[in-house]
T-cell receptor
Framework: AQSVTQLDSQVPVFEEAPVELRCNYS??????LFWYVQYPNQGLQLLLK??????LVKGINGFEAEFNKSQTSFHLRKPSVHISDTAEYFC????????????FGTGTRLQVTL | ETGVTQTPRHLVMGMTNKKSLKCEQH?????MYWYKQSAKKPLELMFV???????ENNSVPSRFSPECPNSSHLFLHLHTLQPEDSALYLC?????????????FGPGTRLTVL
C-alpha cells in the first residue's frame, strides 16, 4: 500500500514570489505521481503528472514538479505566483499498473497575497 | 457539455430523506469513481466502476448505494444518512489503458445532512 504526506497544511506567499509545495510518498513498488488543484467550490483539476522518463515535469499555469526517487519526493514549484493561484493543492500517488487506485495527501492551502 | 458534470451542486437533506447524486462524463472514458471529501481529511475513494461493473467498494456503509447504468453515467443513491456524511462528493472518470488512467474530476456535490 502507498501513502502520501503533504507536510505543509498552509503556505502563505506574496504575489510574484516563488513557491514550493512539498510532497513525499511511500510505496514498495514503482509509482505514478500527480498534482491536482482545487479552486473554491470546484472539483479537482489535474496540474501535472509523472509517469516515467524525465524527472522534471511541466504542467499548466506555469507549475512544475520534480520526481526524486531516492528521496521519495515530488515537490511542486512555481517561480512567480499570482493571486489567482490561491487554492488547495493535492498530491496523489498510484502504483504503476493500478492507476485506478489513487491515494491522496491531505492537501496544502496556498494563500497568495499582495 | 464537456468533461465531467455533477448534479445537483448543493443538496440539503434530512436523515430520513432519500436522494440521489448524478454524475455524467463526456470524455468517452470507461471507468468512473465516487470520492468523499471531508474537511481536513484526504479524499476517500468510495466506489469504482469499470465498464459498468463495480470493481471497488471501499467499505462504504450501505446507506450509500451506487448505480452505473452505462459507462457515461454514475449515480449515488442516499438514504437514512447521518450528519457525519455531510461532505463534498466528487465524481471522476478515466480511461483505463493498462498503463495509466489519469482521473478527471467533476465539480462535486456539496451535501449537508441535517
Amino acid at each position: 500500500a502507498q501513502s502520501v504526506t503533504q507536510l505543509d497544511s498552509q503556505v502563505p506567499v506574496f504575489e510574484e514570489a516563488p513557491v514550493e509545495l512539498r510532497c513525499n510518498y511511500s510505496s514498495s513498488v514503482s509509482v505514478y505521481l500527480f498534482w491536482y488543484v482545487q479552486y473554491p467550490n470546484q472539483g479537482l483539476q489535474l496540474l501535472l503528472k509523472y509517469l516515467s522518463g524525465s524527472t522534471l515535469v511541466k504542467g499548466i499555469n506555469g507549475f512544475e514538479a520534480e520526481f526524486n526517487k531516492s528521496q521519495t519526493s515530488f515537490h511542486l514549484r512555481k517561480p512567480s505566483v499570482h493571486i489567482s493561484d490561491t487554492a488547495e493543492y493535492f498530491c496523489a500517488v498510484s502504483e504503476t499498473g493500478t492507476a485506478s487506485k489513487l491515494t491522496f495527501g491531505t492537501g496544502t492551502r496556498l494563500q497568495v497575497t499582495l | 457539455e464537456t468533461g465531467v458534470t455533477q448534479t445537483p451542486r448543493h443538496l440539503v437533506m434530512g436523515m430520513t430523506n432519500k436522494k440521489s447524486l448524478k454524475c455524467e462524463q463526456h470524455l468517452g472514458h470507461n471507468a468512473m469513481y465516487w470520492y468523499k471529501q471531508s474537511a481536513k481529511k484526504p479524499l476517500e475513494l468510495m466506489f469504482v466502476y469499470n465498464f459498468k461493473e463495480q470493481t471497488e467498494n471501499n467499505s462504504v456503509p450501505s446507506r450509500f448505494s451506487p448505480e452505473c447504468p452505462n459507462s457515461s453515467h454514475l449515480f449515488l443513491h442516499l438514504h437514512t444518512l447521518q450528519p457525519e456524511d455531510s461532505a463534498l462528493y466528487l465524481c471522476a472518470s478515466s480511461q483505463t489503458s493498462g498503463r495509466t488512467d489519469t482521473q478527471y474530476f467533476g465539480p462535486g456535490t456539496r451535501l449537508t445532512v441535517l
